[in-house]
Nanobody
Framework: QVQLVESGGGVAQSGGSLTLSCVVDIGNTDAMYSRAWFRQAPGKEREGVAVINHFGVAAYADSVQGRFTISQDSAKKTLILQMDGLKPEDTAMYYC?????????????????WGQGTQVTVSS
């Protein structure tokens, strides 16, 4: 059973930085997984932020390109989202998610396992 546990959310000022972590436990499997970060602000749909595939190739939403960096450790057990240059519009609940496959989809409907979320609040 796949389990995801996020941490690292909090409050930052505009222009500041936060680092989110997600412990990814997918057990012993030969399957390839893509791992991603999503966010959802109140009253808005969940949106993809960044994705990294089994081989470490990353892709980003236009809104965070150049400010956020997704990475994973060599064992693929910890997923990191480094967020720099934060803006008030980055305020949201952030979720990590995984899916079987090796593409770079940021379509939330294609992800089958989600963490519980961690809140990020950016003040102006």
């Amino acid at each position: 059973q796949v389990q995801l546990v996020e941490s690292g959310g909090g409050v930052a000022q505009s222009g500041g930085s936060l680092t989110l972590s997600c412990v990814v436990d997918i057990g012993n499997t030969d399957a390839m997984y893509s791992r991603a970060w999503f966010r959802q602000a109140p009253g808005k749909e969940r949106e993809g932020v960044a994705v990294i595939n089994h081989f470490g190739v990353a892709a980003y939403a236009d809104s965070v390109q150049g400010r956020f960096t997704i990475s994973q450790d060599s064992a693929k057990k910890t997923l990191i989202l480094q967020m720099d240059g934060l803006k008030p519009e980055d305020t949201a609940m952030y979720y990590c998610a995984v899916r079987v496959g090796n593409d770079q989809s940021l379509d939330a409907g294609r992800y089958h396992t989600w963490g519980q979320g961690t809140q990020v609040t950016v003040s102006s």
